[in-house]
């Protein structure tokens, strides 16, 4: 069926290769060189990657000679980091690890659907640092605590010992002596 000469396809055939049109290649020549990863415009735009590298470099299509201007953001509209710093109003102490940790599962989530496996290991590295950060700061509080209570109980012991000793001081009298059998010492002196 391949060589019916009824079937068309859409694409000029040239030479054994199908010609992608100049109105793609233009959209694709936009999109790179406005900063979107050659990767991402070859799958949004349907080329090959070698074919956008070829054509790039026959026709000089270089960033470096594209005037600079900030990335445009690439997060979607509803992120859950997006939100996450519009409630905090960027003050990053009030944001706790187990939320970035959420955020990072959310954008892992995210570019395993859009078949992104790269970005979908990056964001499982950063959730799986969040955890660990998380359960060290966990370790180290609970340790911090055990010791205040420790040293809290060696604090009343402290305090039950000199209220002893005051008590004991308290009998012997003014002149520290213990004068409770009328002896002030057995010793010979």
Known sequence: MADDPTTTDPRPFDGGRFNTPDG?????RDDYLGGLSAPE?????????????????????????QPWAPPPNAL?????GLKLEDRVGGDLDKVDLCELSFVAHRRMMRAVLRGDAAAALRWRRVMHAMDAEEAELDRALAQHEALRHERAGWA????EQAVERRAA????GPDGVDDLDGANSVLPG
């Open 24 to 28: 793609v290649w233009l959209r694709v």
């Open 41 to 65: 415009a070859c799958r949004r735009h349907g080329v090959g990657l070698s074919a956008l590298r070829a054509r790039a470099a026959r026709e000089g299509w270089r960033r470096i000679d």
């Open 76 to 80: 979607d509209a509803e992120d859950e």
């Open 156 to 159: 009343e012991l402290a305090d």
């Open 169 to 172: 001081a308290a009998a012997d």
